[in-house]
């Protein structure tokens, strides 16, 4: 039982820790230090490091041998190489969702999507985010492929913060909702080709809107010159 509470434990902090490097209260290159986040959060050691280890897991942060991990800070182009596959994933899954989901979860797939257009602007912006990503991971899991889920998650932790920050764009809201629908509607046919283009719209922007943040932030670095080229569409 101990080692159960304490596992939830830990993935209730992990859970803490991510929602602050998505704000940004911890930022990329900023030390986690084991002792003082758990003192801060009146825990135990054993939980916060374990917490430490699902998140370096995730990509999200950076374990050091005798040194506080860090947040991690990838490169553009990093990140653009994890989109381009986390596209083909969303995709390839979207197809195979078309053939194999069923009923129950096409309608469960509908009503998160439902969901998260009338909670639109009404919740927090993180839990607006988790709401998306989940609609995301309910397709993959319809393509009822466990290795393109397993490798779907594994990107999908990867880009939590590009996604987010990518998400939370004033101008994304309509054309956000809209591609949701399409996507939704497109499984709901049963048609392959629709989804994977209205995947593909979907996630075609999230560069352009990173490369933004790099440009404007300096905490991300420089822009290498292949990523100057412009984009104009906003959604995540």
């Not at 596992?7 to 929602?19: G, I, P």
């Not at 370096?56 to 040194?67: C, Y």
């Not at 069923?102 to 998260?116: K, L, Y």
């Not at 048609?191 to 790099?214: C, G, M, P, Q, Y």
């Amino acid at each position: 039982m101990g080692t159960m509470t304490e596992n939830t434990l830990a993935e209730t902090l992990a859970n803490q820790l991510r929602r602050d490097i998505l704000r940004g209260k911890l930022a990329p290159g900023a030390p986690v230090k084991e002792r003082d986040h758990a003192a801060e959060l009146s825990v135990s050691r054993t939980p916060m490091r374990e917490a430490i280890r699902i998140l370096a897991k995730e990509g999200l942060l950076i374990l050091r041998p005798s040194r506080s991990p860090i947040v991690a800070a990838p490169s553009l182009e990093e990140i653009t190489n994890a989109i381009d596959v986390l596209a083909a994933l969303e995709a390839l899954s979207g197809e195979l969702a078309c053939d194999r989901a069923t009923e129950d979860e096409i309608a469960e797939i509908r009503v998160q999507q439902q969901r998260m257009a009338e909670l639109y602007g009404k919740i927090d912006r993180i839990e607006l985010f988790e709401m998306d990503m989940r609609i995301h991971s309910l397709i993959v899991a319809a393509s009822h492929n466990p290795a393109l889920q397993e490798t779907h998650q594994a990107y999908l932790q990867r880009l939590w913060r590009a996604r987010y920050l990518s998400a939370s764009r004033k101008d994304s809201r309509e054309r956000v909702l809209r591609q949701h629908g399409e996507i939704v509607e497109a499984l709901e046919a049963r048609d392959a080709t629709a989804i994977k283009a209205a995947i593909h719209a979907h996630l075609e922007a999230l560069v352009s809107n990173i490369r933004e943040h790099f440009s404007s932030d300096p905490q991300f670095g420089p822009v290498p010159a292949w990523a100057e080229a412009p984009r104009t569409d906003n959604t995540i």
